[in-house]
């Protein structure tokens, strides 16, 4: 079972930036595509990015491109989610997430299933 620890959360001003990063357990890192989502307090949690094993491909919560860029390091078992231009909306609790199957192309996003413990965005207007 592998194991995702995040870290780098905080409290930021708006327009702000923040920059979150997932270190992964294992010696498969690689073959997994990973992903970052998020939680509102009272709300359902939502998909905000994905990453493919290879880093080649990527893909972004329409509300996320352009200031959000995942990325990853395989050699060190971690990805990163770069959050800029940071708005109130943004504030949640955000999750690294692992797909439950290798495949060489993006994970659909129900298909995550290994995911951390969370850690709290908070963003001051």
């Known amino acids: 079972q592998v194991q995702l620890v995040e870290s780098g959360g905080g409290l930021v001003q708006a327009g702000g930036s923040l920059r979150l990063s997932c270190a992964a357990s294992?010696?498969?890192?690689?073959?997994?595509?990973m992903g970052w989502f998020r939680q509102a307090p009272g709300k359902e949690r939502e998909f905000v990015a994905s990453?493919?094993?290879?880093?080649?491909?990527?893909y972004y919560k329409l509300s996320a491109e352009g200031r959000f860029t995942i990325s990853r390091d395989n050699a060190k078992n971690t990805v990163y989610l770069q959050m800029n231009s940071l708005k109130p909306e943004d504030a949640a609790v955000y999750y690294c997430?692992?797909?439950?199957?290798?495949?060489?192309?993006?994970?659909?996003?129900?298909?995550?299933?290994?995911w951390g413990q969370g850690t709290q965005v908070t963003v001051s207007s």
């Open positions: 997430a692992r797909c439950r199957t290798t495949k060489p192309t993006l994970c659909p996003t129900a298909d995550f299933g290994s």
């Open positions: 294992g010696r498969t890192f690689s073959s997994y595509s």
């Open positions: 990453i493919s094993g290879s880093g080649r491909n990527t």
